[in-house]
């Protein structure tokens, strides 16, 4: 990673990128009901305002001969020995998820407007929305993993009260409560990395630990790496900490949009990204982040095949191309510009189609089971067709966005030339193939064949304020993938963050994998109409189906496995410690207080206040002396 300067000109403005929503989220969550009327408006209007400065820092940034910039703004912590300074690194990693967060954020914030219309805590939600994307860009803006860490939190407690913002709806209490004790569990994992950082090196800067990384025994620099991945899989929803992010559809649509497009699951592709010269340094790591994303982009994909919930089903899509990236930034050098590539892609294609979801629930009356749809092409006619080219981008339809990211990752895998690297290769083209068969199985059951709706339900288009941003989408969906390999190949932008992408030696002709991959794909398109555009939808899913079914039904059991290995043990052990602090410290403790409490009972029984007792007391008393002092003479 090359060295940055310190930041001059727009650059040096960076810290207004996360002042700006944070300034919104302020004055939304404190100034009340006031705010009702105007507070939509000026949530839209600091994102927006982010993502302008943002492209203008951009344009800046990349006239600099280092294309980075630091900027320092106070000093965090100075205690003993640990100084961290908070400050942010300008990079051209960095600025490309500010462009992606400030970017689909502005246009998820508008379709709230419309989408949240009628929601009295409309206000609030859109204070959520700001607190979110300014934490999201602490996150990618912080020059140390102290301050990565704190934009990490932010981002949780964000994740959190937006995923329960209908608290009072039982499960969606239960998702956000799910996602945040699941998110915990990774954050140990890069609260602890950090620790080792500065016990082995004294610095927790990016610049401090990249440069001294070499130094490190073998052993500390594998812990670091796996460190790292845990809490690179909390975030970004990789097992075996997948399960919370399909519940987090009990959120509203735009957070939907927001957590598994532009932001949240994006975190940990982030870390891994921005931690190559750990990870480039420790095979074993980089192998378990490779085993990590092709496991999961496995199980994200078979789960998706299932579901009849809408919004599910792109949730386990996201959990398979998150999986996708984790597997290409695990390839190393090869696969950082490609993972990446494909992360700012999917931003484009699957937040048009969680808002295309949102218009679809929009028109239906809330509506998510697929198996009440129907026919709706010709009801919702830009929902259909906005949905369908951020459909056709997911699955690699030739030449759209899609195509030109997810070959480039299976293309690096197999370029790997071992065996390894064939089953990897093999697993990214079996979840094309998988792929294509859940969305089209999804774009069957909701926009082709028979209205399955009832006589009550009206179906309608949405307004223009969800609408619009739906086609922008759309745009990006078609055009971003070919912008970012061919036209601008974004490998040459993160030169200075990863250094001169090499030229790849290709085992198979890219040809050829293009080939192969499209024609699984059309295979999995194949499938689905057979399996579900020629036939008659029942209303209710089937309850006789094969055990895999049922498997990918309940997630591969995921939950049944976290319960089973860590939850039950977890209380167990939670309701022993509790008994043995009960019957034993607290036992002991109440035990002697309870000792002492009764003898000074029973003596305190001797003090009658009449004077005869004490008398004949001292009476005793100095009969015993006495007898004590004839004893001792006689003897």
């Not at 699941?182 to 500065?198: K, Q, S, T």
Request: charged share 10%; aromatic share 10%; net charge neutral.
């Amino acid at each position: 990673m090359a060295e940055a300067a310190p930041a001059e000109g727009l650059a040096a403005a960076a810290w207004l990128l996360i002042a700006l929503p944070m300034a919104g989220a302020a004055v939304l969550l404190l100034a009340g009901r006031r705010a009702d009327r105007w507070g939509h408006l000026l949530g839209c209007a600091t994102v927006l305002a982010a993502f302008l400065l943002g492209v203008l820092i951009t344009v800046d940034v990349a006239g600099l001969p280092e294309r980075s910039a630091a900027v320092e703004l106070f000093t965090f912590i100075a205690t003993g020995s640990l100084d961290v300074r908070a400050g942010l690194l300008v990079d051209p990693l960095s600025l490309a998820f500010v462009l992606l967060i400030t970017g689909v954020g502005s246009l998820i914030h508008v379709y709230s407007v419309g989408y949240m219309a009628h929601d009295p805590g409309r206000r609030r939600f859109f204070g959520y929305l700001n607190l979110f994307v300014a934490a999201m860009l602490l996150l990618v803006l912080g020059d140390s993993f102290v301050a990565l860490y704190v934009g990490w939190e932010g981002v949780g407690l964000a994740s959190y009260l937006l995923i329960a913002f209908w608290y009072r709806r039982p499960a969606a209490a239960t998702a956000a409560k799910k996602a945040f004790i699941m998110n915990r569990v990774g954050d140990v994992g890069l609260a602890l990395a950090i620790f080792v950082m500065f016990a082995q090196l004294g610095t927790t800067s990016f610049e401090g630990v990249f440069g001294s990384v070499e130094a490190l025994a073998g052993g500390t620099l594998t812990a670091l790496g796996l460190l790292l991945l845990l809490g690179a899989c909390g975030k970004s929803g990789q097992f075996p900490l997948q399960s919370w992010l399909p519940d987090a559809m009990e959120g509203p649509t735009p957070v939907s949009a927001l957590i598994h497009a532009a932001t949240m699951v994006t975190a940990g592709v982030y870390l891994i990204a921005r931690a190559a010269p750990i990870y480039d340094q420790t095979p074993t790591a980089r192998a378990a982040v490779l085993a990590v994303g092709a496991l999961t982009l496995m199980i994200g994909a078979i789960a998706g095949c299932a579901y009849d919930d809408i919004k599910k089903v792109l949730a386990w899509s996201t959990v398979s191309q998150i999986g996708y990236m984790f597997l290409a930034v695990g390839l190393g050098p090869v696969g950082y510009a490609a993972g990446l590539a494909h992360l700012l892609t999917h931003g484009f294609f699957k937040a048009g189609l969680f808002l295309g979801a949102g218009s679809v629930m929009h028109a239906m009356g809330d509506q998510v089971d697929m198996r009440r749809f129907g026919g709706l092409a010709r009801k919702v006619p830009i929902t259909f067709v906005t949905f369908g080219l951020g459909y056709l981008a997911l699955i690699g339809f030739p030449f759209l966005s899609g195509y030109f990211t997810k070959d480039a990752i299976i293309e690096a895998a197999l370029d790997r030339g071992d065996t390894w690297g064939l089953v990897l290769g093999g697993v990214a083209i079996l979840g094309a193939g998988l792929t294509a068969f859940y969305m089209t199985r999804l774009m069957l059951l909701t926009f082709a064949g028979k209205a399955r709706w009832t006589d009550d339900q009206h179906p309608h288009e949405s307004p223009p304020v969800m609408t619009v941003p739906m086609i922008l989408l759309a745009v990006g969906s078609v055009g971003a993938g070919f912008v970012l390999v061919s036209v601008a190949p974004l490998a040459d932008w993160l030169e200075p963050v990863f250094g001169e992408p090499a030229e790849p030696e290709h085992v198979i002709a890219p040809a050829l994998v293009a080939a192969v991959v499209t024609a699984v794909a059309a295979a999995g398109v194949v499938a689905a109409w057979l399996f579900v555009g020629r036939r008659e939808v029942p209303l209710t899913a089937p309850a006789r189906v094969s055990p895999v079914t049922r498997a990918a039904r309940n997630a591969l059991y995921a939950d049944t496995v976290n319960e089973s290995l860590f939850m039950r043990p977890g209380q167990w052990l939670t309701r022993a410690l509790v008994w043995v602090d009960n019957r034993g410290v607290d036992g002991a403790v109440n035990g002697l207080a309870a000792a002492f409490g009764g003898s000074s009972s029973r003596l305190g029984r001797a003090q009658t206040g009449f004077v005869r007792t004490y008398a004949l007391g001292m009476l005793g008393g100095a009969v015993v002396v006495a007898g004590a002092l004839l004893a001792v003479t006689a003897g």
